[in-house]
Structures are given as structure tokens and as C-alpha cells.
């Protein structure tokens, strides 16, 4: 894991919705767990994020 990585896996666990949405997705989709913590990861300051089905990425 990156450092960048284990910040981005500080700020989810560090936020109670963050946390509870990564916990969901790395239990019942884990790639779409690992593009959640990439863009969290790369996006330190988002705060609304959702998924773009078109794009199949998360945007903020």
C-alpha cells in the first residue's frame, strides 16, 4: 500500500459515512472498495461523491 493510499485509508476511517460506504463496498463489490479509496486516495477534500454508471468512476 502507498503512502498516499494510507492517507486516503485515514481521511474513510477518520469519517463515520466514509467508513460505513468503504466497509459496504469491500464487502459486497471489493474492486469498486479499491477505486473508492483510489479516489479518496487522489481527492482529499471531497466531500459529496457518487458514482458515475457512464464513466464507471467515482466524481465529487
Known amino acids: 500500500m502507498t503512502k498516499k493510499e494510507q492517507q486516503g485509508l485515514n481521511i474513510i476511517y477518520g469519517h463515520t459515512g466514509k467508513r460505513q460506504v468503504y466497509e459496504t463496498f469491500k464487502r459486497n463489490d471489493p474492486e469498486l472498495a479499491k477505486k473508492y479509496l483510489e479516489f479518496i486516495s487522489k481527492n482529499q477534500t471531497a466531500i459529496y461523491i457518487k458514482w458515475d ?8
Not at 53 to 60: L, Q, Y
Open 53 to 60: 454508471v457512464e464513466k464507471k468512476k467515482f466524481t465529487s
